[in-house]
């Protein structure tokens, strides 16, 4: 690796790799993000709109928000909007290959059914600075080890925002506000059959409701409808699926409920803005194999 300011590049790709940005205004986000890589934005002062996949939250200080590989984001901000900003490529850190160790997939990135958005208290929001300290300072420092303790700092970061994060969701639901038990059951229903059920009509006939009704809870507790959520999980399947093996496209369209290996990529596309084939390209450590029959 090679080190500019708080930027690491990949001196074998020449992508890259991992950096730390501070951004004072909106202007790094007020046009959609799209990138292979994964970004968390951590609010300190100020508030602004965050336009995410399907939908809208509320960005304010003292929280931060967590992006995927390749998922579309998109921040517009009033005139105070400062904090910090990393990103790093998977070759540099794969959440996947760490799941057991930091395990924040699924509770930091590719949760469908929660914001992207934890709000951060006093105390939390100062441990993830202090840590961002760390990493900065290291990454100004060129000695020995530094790519093993960037990617410890790092570790400590996810591990901690993962913790926040739980813990807000543990935290009691006032009255009026308890999710639904037909949405858990819907979740388990996306998880049990989103490779061989991809319509909302399917979901609603197997929980005994209508569409309509259905994709009226799903987007007072979710803000999504029900295809939204099939559609993501059906993606994050295939980013999955690009990133960990070799499996040519078609196998993997098949396996996911698809039969046609064109639609397949226009739907991947139309989802994440980028090609499987791209996406595969930019960001799966298999890359290199060998990959027949794409």
């Known amino acids: 690796m090679t080190q500019t300011d708080f930027t690491l590049i990949n001196a074998q790709t020449k992508a890259l790799a991992f950096k730390i940005f501070a951004f004072e205004d909106d202007a790094y986000f007020n046009q959609v993000k ?45 005139n105070e909007f400062k904090g910090i900003l990393i990103n790093f490529h998977p070759d540099f850190f794969c959440i996947h290959k760490h799941q057991q160790e930091v395990a924040c997939n699924g509770v930091l990135f590719n949760n469908i059914y929660k914001s992207p958005v934890v709000k951060l208290s006093p105390a939390g929001l100062q441990v993830l600075v202090n840590i961002v300290n760390e990493l ?15 990617i410890s700092y790092l570790k400590i970061f996810l591990i901690n925002a993962s913790r926040i994060k739980l813990d807000k969701n543990q935290t009691a639901v006032p009255a009026g506000k308890q999710e639904p038990l037909i949405l858990q059951t819907l979740k388990d229903a996306i998880e049990a059959h989103y490779k061989t059920k991809h319509s909302a009509g399917e ?45 040519p496209v078609k196998m993997i369209a098949y396996e996911l409920g698809f039969n046609d290996e064109f639609y397949f990529s226009r739907f991947f596309k139309g989802n994440a803005d980028v090609s499987p084939q791209r996406y595969r390209d930019t960001v799966g450590f298999s890359r290199g194999e060998p990959v027949t029959g794409v």
């Open 136 to 150: 900065k300072a290291e990454m100004q420092n060129a000695a020995l080890a530094q790519y093993e303790l960037l």
């Open 203 to 247: 979901y609603a006939g197997l929980l005994n409701i209508s569409t309509r009704a259905l994709n009226r809870i799903s987007k007072v507790h979710f803000n999504k409808t029900i295809t939204n959520l099939i559609a993501e999980r059906i993606v994050i399947e295939a980013k999955r699926e690009l990133y960990l093996t070799a499996k």
């Open 34 to 78: 799209n990138y292979n890589y994964y970004s968390m934005v951590l609010v300190m002062e100020g508030k602004g709109m965050l336009r995410a996949d399907f939908s809208e939250y509320l960005l304010e200080a003292d929280c931060l928000a967590c992006f995927s590989v390749y998922q579309p984001f998109m921040i517009k901000a009033g």
